[in-house]
């Protein structure tokens, strides 16, 4: 059983999780993998997948931020939610997640492709320390959609200038797809069974934002 996450790539990629490469079932992605090595059979399971999830990133930054870097007026932000162009944040200050993440991934290999840079004046590896960040006013970040939620009950603790917006970036919608790989010639206790749906469930409420 893998927790698999393949991103919206030219390539696609297969990603490596806890030091397991992480086999997709998909026929979609099963090139890039190549023939099976016939010494160790590592290309050999016959492996199911359950879509669990397919979030899009988001640029989050607090309302002092936008209001000091752009001149937006944050009221005309609608529900939070106003897709962005990366364009718009050309040469502004960012705190990013670390380089091996999926997400600051994506963001590099959008950001070639649209000729555009950003300042990176810190690089971290915890949501929570970007949020407070982003929330201080120095810095812009990105999350995943699975994190609005954590944002979403920061700011009711939080106003005013601390207010954190969460705003799409175009052309990264639905760009992380993760998925329940299995071994399907395997038959599974009920218990397991269960945690599958389970999964699928938790999955399916953090991505109602």
């Not at 492996?47 to 937006?72: N, T, V």
Request: contains cysteine.
């Amino acid at each position: 059983m893998f927790f698999c996450k393949t991103v919206k790539s030219e390539p696609p990629t297969a990603l490596y999780l806890s030091g397991v490469l992480c086999i997709p079932a998909l026929r979609r992605i099963s090139p890039i993998l190549g023939p099976p090595d016939k010494a160790s059979g590592e290309n050999s399971i016959p492996l199911a997948a359950m879509p669990l999830s397919s979030e899009s990133i988001y640029l989050i930054a607090s309302a002092h931020y936008l209001k000091r870097q752009l001149g937006w007026d944050p009221d005309e932000l609608v529900n939070f939610r106003t897709e962005v162009e990366l364009e718009q944040f050309r040469g502004l200050p960012f705190a990013m997640n670390q380089e091996k993440s999926t997400t600051h991934q994506l963001l590099k290999e959008h950001m070639s492709k649209a000729d555009v840079s950003i300042q990176t004046i810190l690089t971290v590896s915890d949501y929570q320390v970007l949020e407070g960040i982003c929330r201080i006013g120095e810095a812009a970040s990105f999350c995943p959609q699975i994190y609005l939620s954590a944002i979403d009950q920061g700011n009711s603790f939080c106003s005013g200038d601390r207010k954190l917006f969460a705003l799409p970036v175009r052309s990264l919608e639905h760009s992380i797809r993760s998925e329940l790989a299995y071994n399907q010639m395997l038959s599974y206790p009920q218990y397991i069974t269960d945690f599958f749906g389970l999964l699928k469930q938790s999955s399916d409420e953090h991505m109602k934002l």
